[in-house]
């Protein structure tokens, strides 16, 4: 007998939605429709579908979003350092880290297509109200910590247009809140694709130095597949890599954002939409993995070139943002600091918009609270612009650039928090049901997921660890830090434990109830018009989503 699934999601203190799932089971009896009759292929049931191409064009928009945000003035950073402080070596990282993306971002919006909520909320649903709020708490500090580049390198882009101060800048950040919730009445679409194109045009501009300066291939292959962590940092300018290509927030964004997407009332349809989203997802990603890596070998490429100039040299000994333009020279000549502060410009944009939306999913399926996206703009940015602002009016560009590192490695502590409810959730039969990850996917999930975490935990400690040991601080200071920071390590390394062994205890996959054979049939095909043919019936998408500016 076939199967049923239906669960209505309470949004905000009215029913949003209700996410049917069907599963296939032994042939209709009573022989209504034989088993040769059946949808899965027989020409009496005619299924009325889009091309192929055009189908999967209807899916298109949640990943491109969300992988703006691998562009973004953190990775930036972060990658031009790892290319100035160790060459070629830390570019195992980036693929590692990337090809971690695409499954875990997958795996995010397959939890929102095959249950038709989103991560927060079925983080709102199985833990106790405590563990709620904490697990609120700490997504909403990975949004303002993701915040912080885009902040710093606006600030850094109008430094070089217009030779502001690097403080005054950071003030003007939020000025750019409010001129882009102004833009945005002109079509979102618009704006993002504008964002996107001047995004790209500085990755075209670091493949066309990539071109000049012709680094060596072996060097490059070789860095990029034996993993190494040698030098003065490695290891934490790898966590910083990590932390700004795998952030927490984007699992609870892409999980929401899929939910926009109007998604046939069948299983066929709901494993067509998975496959879409991760080709979707795949081809974004494989795109800003080159970005990623063109500009690492061309800051090592330059960077330890044996005729490098001393004025260079000096440069690429502390290498933020706000000078690295003159990586550039080789291909656009006088006019690469502008080019690059347009460029730069338009990447911190593209954080603004992706934590925008994350920041409102995640207070909405925490809280069941919404607020307007400029205000939730204007709030988030208000709250990074504070630590950027001390930073940069004590420190000045340096320690500016020092804390996107900083915000960089903040988002990779923050990761398990997002990362193992979503790797529990996807792989378990109590919220997925029969569209569960399969053994594989576990297993290669789980590995590097606790790859990732096991690398935070031993730099957390060491590096305390070290630095007690060698500061300049009195002793009875250094055991004041140490009764202060040795428990709340032990209370991140206590927390990561339980959400792994914690027993998931809400299900929210409701079991299959009987029903009428020719329902079942009807449903598995879509909805049986009076002319005889299938017509693919569209499950109603989230009511609350429904205002996200993706093409439909």
């Known amino acids: ?43 009496e049931y005619h299924v009325q579908r889009k091309p192929g191409w055009r189908n999967f064009l209807s899916y298109v928009g949640p990943g491109f979003l969300v992988s703006l945000a691998y562009l973004d003035p953190g990775n930036l950073e972060t990658d031009l350092q790892a290319g100035a402080n160790h060459g070629y070596e830390l570019l195992w990282v980036v693929l590692i ?23 927060s ?43 502001i101060p690097v403080w005054v800048g950071v003030l003007c950040t939020g000025c750019s809140t409010l001129l882009l919730i102004g833009l945005q009445r002109y079509g979102v679409r618009k704006l993002e694709l504008l964002i996107a194109t001047l995004v790209f045009v500085m990755a075209a501009c670091f493949f066309g130095e990539l071109s000049y300066v012709k680094p060596p291939a072996a060097a490059v292959m070789k860095g990029m597949f034996v993993p190494k962590l040698k030098g003065q940092g490695a290891t934490g300018d790898a966590i910083a890599l990590l932390g700004a290509l795998v952030m927490p927030h984007n699992l609870f964004l892409h999980s929401a954002l899929v939910l926009s997407r109007k998604i046939p009332n069948s299983v066929r349809g709901i494993n067509d939409a998975c496959r879409y989203f991760l080709i979707e997802s795949g081809f974004a990603l494989f795109v ?13 490429a330059v960077c330890l070139a044996d005729d490098l100039s001393d004025v260079n040299a000096d440069i690429c000994q ?39 939306y994350a920041g409102q999913f995640i207070m909405q399926g925490f809280l069941d609270l919404k607020m307007r996206k400029w205000l939730r703009n204007l709030v988030t ?55 569960k990850n399969s053994i594989y996917i576990i297993v290669i999930s789980w590995i590097l997921g606790l790859g990732i975490i096991g690398i935070n935990i031993y730099y957390l400690s060491t590096a305390f660890v070290d630095w007690i040991i060698h500061n300049s601080l009195p002793k009875i200071g250094n055991v004041f830090i140490g009764i202060v920071v040795f428990p709340l390590m032990a209370i991140y390394i206590i927390s990561v434990i339980y959400l792994m062994f914690r027993k998931d205890k809400v299900v929210t996959f409701v079991e299959p109830a009987k029903f009428d054979p020719v329902t079942q049939t009807q449903m598995e095909g879509g909805h049986l018009s009076t002319s005889g043919r299938v017509e693919m019936q569209q499950v109603p998408f989230r009511e609350d989503l429904a205002d996200i500016p993706l093409p439909q």
């Open 121 to 163: 909320e079925l983080c709102k649903a199985e833990y106790p109200t405590l563990v709620r709020y904490c697990l609120w708490l700490l997504a909403e500090v990975a949004v303002i910590a993701a915040d912080i580049p885009e902040v710093i390198g606006t600030a850094f882009a109008l430094n070089i247009l217009f030779h």
């Open 1 to 43: 007998m076939g199967s049923l699934q239906k669960e209505e999601l309470q949004s905000g203190g009215r029913n949003s939605h209700g996410r049917v799932v069907s599963v296939a089971g032994t042939p209709p009896a009573g022989g209504v429709i034989s088993d040769s009759k059946r949808f899965d292929g027989e020409e």
């Open 318 to 356: 502390d290498l933020t943002l706000n000078s690295a333009s003159f990586l550039l020279k080789n291909v656009l000549g006088k006019s690469s600091s502008t080019v690059y502060a347009i460029a730069l410009l338009a990447s911190g944009q593209s954080s603004t918009i992706t934590g925008t």
């Open 288 to 300: 800003a993995f080159l970005i990623n890596v063109a500009i690492i070998s061309v800051s090592a």
């Open 97 to 119: 880290g990337l090809i971690f993306a695409l499954i875990i971002q997958s795996l995010a919006a397959n939890l929102g297509v095959s249950t038709g909520k989103h991560l």
């Open 381 to 435: 940015r208000c709250i990074a612009i504070t630590p950027s602002l001390i930073v940069s009016i004590v420190g000045g560009s340096h320690a500016a650039g020092r804390l996107i590192i900083i915000a960089s490695m903040i988002l990779s502590f923050e990761l398990p928090f997002a990362l193992i409810p979503l790797l529990k959730f996807s792989s378990t039969s109590t919220k997925m049901g029969p569209h």
